[in-house]
T-cell receptor, first 114, second 112 residues
Framework: DVKVTQSSRYLVKRTGEKVFLECVQDMDHENMFWYRQDPGLGLRLIYFSYDVKMKEKGDIPEGYSVSREKKERFSLILESASTNQTSMYLC?????????????FGPGTRLTVL | DAKTTQPPSMDCAEGRAANLPCNHSTISGNEYVYWYRQIHSQGPQYIIHGLKNNETNEMASLIITEDRKSSTLILPHATLRDTAVYYCIVRVGNTGGFKTIFGAGTRLFVKA
């Protein structure tokens, strides 16, 4: 089975801090995604990557950046955390961009920005 | 991607079939219907998907109407562990996961 892991389940940071969220998948998937999930808003795509060093903006990229230096690892960076970035962050991977199989999600990181 | 409409919550007795409806009246001919579920404090989990024909796997069955404007996810023998939020989404099969739009979903409560 595909395993997608995220570095932390819970994280508390202060406003203005730089925050790194790490995601690792172990099935050699080309595609990786970062979402945030908020009550009443569902999952919203922040960024995705379809190959090493490649990235594309999703629907809400503002305030975030990403890094994909290795195929198995996709990092989400909050350059200067703000309180409105308090959310559940979910990482996902899939076999290929044009594949029809669903995405595999990690357990999520609940980030609180004070 | 087409918008979907689901009831906000449903109850089901343990051991009975859970039938979760989804309306997607604006679905395009090349859009697939996908179902995911999210158990509390976990990431979403893929369940099943289909285009036109009904589909069945080890987790569930998917019934798609002939006009493709609605579908039903069927959990044949619901257990307490099936209590979760179920998301119905539609998207073009060859565009992978980006631009996938998850709505509010249906919160299924399976009761003993």
């Amino acid at each position: 089975d595909v395993k997608v892991t995220q570095s932390s389940r819970y994280l508390v940071k202060r406003t203005g801090e730089k925050v790194f969220l790490e995601c690792v998948q172990d099935m050699d998937h080309e595609n990786m995604f970062w979402y945030r999930q908020d009550p009443g808003l569902g999952l919203r795509l922040i960024y995705f990557s379809y190959d090493v060093k490649m990235k594309e903006k999703g629907d809400i990229p503002e305030g975030y950046s990403v890094s994909r230096e290795k195929k198995e690892r996709f990092s989400l960076i909050l350059e200067s955390a703000s309180t409105n970035q308090t959310s559940m962050y979910l990482c996902a991977s899939s076999l290929r961009l044009r594949g029809r199989r669903g995405q595999f999600f990690g357990p999520g990181t609940r980030l609180t920005v004070l | 991607d087409a918008k979907t409409t689901q009831p906000p919550s449903m109850d089901c007795a343990e051991g009975r079939a859970a039938n979760l409806p989804c309306n997607h009246s604006t679905i395009s001919g090349n859009e697939y219907v996908y179902w995911y579920r999210q158990i509390h404090s976990q990431g979403p989990q893929y369940i099943i998907h289909g285009l036109k024909n009904n589909e069945t796997n080890e987790m569930a069955s998917l019934i798609i109407t002939e006009d493709r404007k609605s579908s039903t996810l069927i959990l044949p023998h619901a257990t307490l562990r099936d209590t979760a939020v179920y998301y119905c989404i539609v998207r073009v099969g060859n565009t992978g996961g980006f631009k996938t739009i998850f709505g509010a979903g249906t919160r299924l409560f399976v009761k003993a």
